[in-house]
């Protein structure tokens, strides 16, 4: 039998808790303060200065032609990350092959696609015509089977598709390999060790776990991708941000059109946060004791609330 010392209530060991200073934190007051003033200050701007034109700002968020450049900019970032995605996941693949040439292929597409920036990618399909005026498909170095204009079938949809799609797939190609490499090896051997097949494996007992990994950073792919579509103005395409361009380009309202379009970027991307945080939150069940971590839990900075003890 072990024999304990009892403290008196309100200490431990030698130490008197119950009387001990609280410690105070002078520079959380004072960084406290600096963030106030400078809150008060910009919210004074805002509701102060004239030039925003909030009027003209209200008038353009419901107006249909803002809604059609919305349109185009969502479909662009579903299709382009579907196209990253698939071809992130084929490269990933790839990239784990144990054949050399494969292997080695998909490293470079990776290195070429992420060290080329993005917007010099979306210049370069869209006058791909100057380097190709024609495109065929046909047996190489043999017959053709189908031919046609590179300018009429590389539009500024197709140029954006292609610019934004194989770029991000670079990218996933990255996430999904770190997501398969981040389980346990074990886990996979277990796995075979009671029979399962290899796509079974991997559909139950790797991918699920990788998820936990891959999830987070494709979420914040998908909110990039929102804010890259706004690249593709620059070829013409009437997304978001060239339909507003194109409005103070005539009525010289520059500052109210780029606040609509601002305040309808934020509003997508609260959207998607949300719908990522209820993603994460599905495939971490299990893996964390913290609770999910709501939205403006986010936005407020608070730390994770743990989640409640369970009685046994």
Known sequence: MTLTKEHPRGTVGDVDVAGAAHVRHPLRWVASLIVLVLAAQFTHLLWTNDNFQWDIVGRYMNASIIGDGIAITIELTVIAMAVGIAGGVMLAVGRLSDNPLL??????????FRGVPVLVQLV???NLSALMPRLSVGIPFGPEFLHGDTNHL???LIAAILGLGLNEAAYMAEIIRGGLLAVDPGQTEAAQALGMGGGRTFRRIVLPQAMRFIIPPTGSQVINMLKATS???????????YTV??????TFQTIPLLLTACLWYLVI?????VGQSFIEHHYSRGATRNARQGFWDFVLMRRRRPAPEVSP
């Open 103 to 112: 292997r080695t292929a998909c490293g470079l597409y990776v290195w070429f």
């Open 124 to 126: 370069i399909w869209y």
């Open 154 to 156: 590389i539009t500024p």
């Open 231 to 241: 690249l593709v103005s620059v070829i013409a395409l009437a997304d978001l941000l």
């Open 245 to 250: 361009q194109s409005i103070y380009n005539r």
């Open 269 to 273: 991307t609260s959207i998607l946060y």
